[in-house]
T-cell receptor, first 117, second 112 residues
Framework: DTGVTQSPTHLIKTRGQQVTLRCSPI?????VSWYQQVLGQGPQFIFQ???????GRGNFPDRFSARQFPNYSSELNVNALLLGDSALYLC????????????????FGAGSRLTVL | RKEVEQDPGPFNVPEGATVAFNCTYS??????FFWYRQDCRKEPKLLMS???SGNEDGRFTAQLNRASQYISLLIRDSKLSDSATYLC?????????????FGRGTSLIVHP
């Protein structure tokens, strides 16, 4: 049973560049969500996708965008990188996205650690 | 007021001790509650869901108080391997979906 996989695991970019992060959910999971975690803080919600549609968006600027593909994998794109975008980007999958506790349990990937210089 | 608040700690306890963490949330419409554990430079992993009637899993007990809008985690007989950051997660309605909000985490250090 493969878990949630993310790539790349580490990357270094310079200010103004663009980055694409990738996520493959657990087989059978239809919901993927993205989080940004800076040191000393909890993960901050960025996006949620379910059945290829955006179902939720956190308080992040338009430089952040995402999409979900027919196979339920997902990409997170960040344009015009700023130093403050340096963080661990986590992807999580879940069976669904409703209120039911069982459908809500998030399983995280190991994350993509982005450093912006 | 932050949506989900936790005391960042650290809580420094000896092996065998009992330790309790609280987490308060501001959205009274919140529906789902969880505790996650995060080891240093690793991803969060589900410790336990929190149910209205309270629930126990081995040495871990979680409680939910909807009236006061807080959840708690009790760890009995602490082990060295319990050292980690414990994240409180609350899922509530937002724009037709259910969005998770994480606390900043409570750091636990268990020493010999």
């Amino acid at each position: 049973d493969t878990g949630v996989t993310q790539s790349p695991t580490h990357l270094i970019k310079t200010r103004g560049q663009q980055v694409t992060l990738r996520c493959s959910p657990i087989s059978g999971h239809k919901s993927v969500s993205w989080y940004q975690q800076v040191l000393g803080q909890g993960p901050q919600f960025i996006f949620q996708y379910y059945e290829k549609e955006e179902r939720g968006r956190g308080n992040f600027p338009d430089r952040f965008s995402a999409r979900q593909f027919p196979n339920y994998s997902s990409e997170l794109n960040v344009n015009a990188l700023l130093l403050g975008d340096s963080a661990l980007y986590l992807c999580a999958s879940s069976p669904g996205q409703g209120a039911n506790s069982g459908a809500n349990v998030l399983t995280f990937g190991a994350g993509s650690r982005l450093t912006v210089l | 007021r932050k949506e989900v608040e936790q005391d960042p700690g650290p809580f420094n306890v000896p092996e065998g001790a009992t330790v309790a963490f609280n987490c308060t949330y501001s959205n009274s419409a919140s529906q789902s509650f969880f505790w996650y554990r995060q080891d240093c430079r690793k991803e969060p992993k589900l410790l336990m869901s929190v149910y209205s009637s309270g629930n126990e899993d081995g040495r871990f007990t979680a409680q939910l108080n909807r009236a006061s809008q807080y959840i708690s985690l009790l760890i009995r007989d602490s082990k060295l391997s319990d050292s980690a950051t414990y994240l409180c997660v609350v899922k509530g309605p937002s724009g037709g979906s259910y969005i998770p909000t994480f606390g900043r985490g409570t750091s636990l250090i268990v020493h010999p």
